[in-house]
């Protein structure tokens, strides 16, 4: 959400960001309502000024016996009342008209980020480790999981439908443990607190991350009226919803593994088999909460532990920083971390890191009191996966798959597994 008063002044640049991201200026049509809604507030104090001074009036009037005067002043106080009244009503109306068009417009981008289209206008920033070399062809991690007899996509299609999956016995463990060790080094090691947050939420939630109102059919919904999170970043960022935080309090970093869920609206044939994108599926999310000056240190550090989770997995991966076409709505600037999988002889996605300056803070009304200086301030918020825990399992089995179809264990994660090195191939 963008300060009407921000596009004010920096009408030239707000509409620089918006065509950047290929939309239409915006900063003529915000200011002219604007314009209208201070002049319904002029006429609104005028008339309120009036009807006050004249109610004045009315007990002077009476006082002196002067009741011509005194019907005269309560007639037009009565007439006040009307004008007020319907004042007050346009005003709403005007309000509500600016929220709706600021709510539907992107954030702005940073300076540095690529203008673009679409994902191939992205700009590479780096490449971690070496993909793996097999002696024999890998293979996707749907043929190695029903090999193991240990994914499920048939039993899980009879129970939910389509984009599901029931994993058993060590994978059901492995993407169990995954989750732990992001947890366990993100709190231990990267100064992030666990949180065990809500995964429904109000509409105000969604409303605050910028989830609602653009991506509604994106979301799933109960009968009651809450939204199933997509994903933590929603509960966590909320955290410090309409609260006023102390500078010396900053940053704020919360982390949480939980369930998530996308109705994955409009990516119809779209990895179909497998569970590279599914309706429910398991991610560590990191927030962020800090101050605009700190905001592009706090973020290459949150990529830098996402990555590092990779790194310690012996995961190879790249580094993007997405164009303005491909970056998210709330985000000012956006990290894409892509890990290797063999079996698709492709980087995919495993995690999304981004800045979103004060576009989640000003929708939250989300606040903090500088440590020096008056006023308050809104707050920089910052959202990144740490990782994606099923794309992790993917990535997991297809680079540590071996020929007779069995997957190696990740060292750092035996201990997490009660020692196991290997998840065995069924004997044929």
């Not at 980087?347 to 000003?362: A, D, H, L, T």
Request: a negative charge.
């Amino acid at each position: 959400m963008f300060d009407i008063k921000w596009i004010r002044e920096n009408a030239e640049a707000f509409d620089r960001g918006l065509k950047n991201r290929g939309m239409d200026p915006a900063s003529a049509q915000a200011i002219a309502l604007d314009d209208e809604r201070r002049a319904i507030l002029g006429k609104l104090q005028d008339a309120q000024a009036r009807r006050n001074a004249a109610s004045k009036e009315i007990g002077k009037a009476k006082a002196q016996k002067d009741e011509d005067t005194a019907q005269a002043l309560m007639a037009e106080v009565a007439d006040l009342k009307g004008v007020i009244s319907t004042g007050e009503d346009d005003e709403r109306r005007v309000d509500q008209t600016i929220e709706t068009l600021l709510a539907a417009l992107p954030n702005t981008p940073l300076d540095d980020v690529p203008v673009g289209a679409d994902e191939n206008d992205n700009a590479l920033v780096r490449t971690v480790g070496e993909p793996p070399k097999f002696d024999f062809a890998p293979k996707e991690h749907f043929e190695l999981g029903e090999a193991l007899g240990l994914m499920d996509f048939e039993t899980a299609s009879k129970i939910s439908g389509a984009r599901f999956v029931v994993l058993k016995g060590a994978l059901a463990r492995l993407e169990r443990a995954l989750g732990q060790f992001m947890l366990d080094v993100h709190t231990t090691e990267n100064g992030y607190t666990e949180v065990n947050p809500p995964l429904l939420v109000r509409d105000q939630a969604a409303y605050g991350t910028a989830n609602l109102p653009k991506f509604a059919e994106d979301l799933f919904q109960t009968k009651e009226g809450f939204w199933l999170i997509p994903t933590a970043e929603i509960s966590l960022t909320n955290l410090v919803r309409e609260s006023i935080l102390d500078e010396s309090d900053l940053p704020k970093r919360f982390t949480a593994c939980t369930p998530c869920f996308r109705s994955e609206a409009g990516s119809a044939g779209r990895d179909v088999r497998g569970m590279i994108r599914q309706h429910q599926f398991a991610k560590v999310e990191m927030v962020s909460i800090t101050t605009a000056d700190k905001g592009i240190a706090e973020h290459e550090r949150m990529t830098a532990a996402a990555e590092d989770i990779l790194t310690r997995l012996g995961l190879a991966f790249r580094t993007m920083l997405l164009c303005t076409g491909d970056m998210g709505f709330a985000s000012q600037k956006t990290y894409d971390i892509e890990v290797w999988l063999p079996g698709q002889d492709a980087y995919r996605e495993i995690s999304s890191c981004s800045v979103c300056g004060e576009f989640q803070s000003r929708r939250m009304s989300a606040r903090y009191r500088p440590s020096e200086g008056k006023g308050v301030h809104h707050l920089t918020t910052l959202n990144g996966s740490g990782l994606a825990v099923g794309r992790t399992l993917i990535a997991v089995l297809e680079n540590y798959q071996q020929a007779d179809g069995s997957i190696v264990i990740p060292e750092v994660l035996r201990p997490y597994m009660g020692g196991l090195e290997q998840i065995e191939a069924p004997a044929t």
